[in-house]
């Protein structure tokens, strides 16, 4: 089984910033693409952003400029920071993780594992 631990949501002011992490675990040798989506009350989940094992990163536009994410490939950990919060920022926020190898031989790679999520709200 991979777990994914999130931590770091909360109430933050409009502005403000909170930054997300996301750590994987379980007999994992490497994770090809790790990411954050959302959901807001009442919207469907979306991406919010993603990044793969070599660094390249894919952002929803709007958070684009004011939204980073980030991996540390040892400690299987990502993370994002989130800055200039707005009120439609507000949404509980999954972490995913993709194309997962595990340690061992004759091991398929999993796909598609999320965490439990964590809310972001983002009001005066």
């Known amino acids: 089984q991979v777990q994914l631990v999130e931590s770091g949501g909360g109430l933050v002011q409009p502005g403000g910033s909170l930054r997300l992490s996301c750590a994987a675990s379980g007999t994992i040798f490497s994770i090809d693409t790790m990411g954050w989506y959302r959901q807001a009350l009442g919207k469907e989940r979306t991406l919010v952003a993603t990044?793969?094992?070599?660094?390249?990163?894919n952002y929803l536009d709007s958070v684009k400029g004011r939204f980073t994410i980030s991996r540390d490939n040892a400690k299987k950990t990502v993370y994002l920071q989130m800055n200039s919060l707005k009120p439609e920022d507000t949404a509980v926020y999954y972490c995913?993780?993709?194309?997962?190898?595990?340690?061992?031989?004759?091991?398929?790679?999993?796909?598609?594992?999320w965490g439990r999520g964590t809310q972001v709200t983002v009001s005066s």
């Open positions: 995913n993780a993709d194309r997962v190898h595990y340690l061992g031989v004759g091991i398929r790679s999993g796909n598609d594992f």
């Open positions: 990044i793969t094992i070599g660094g390249s990163t």
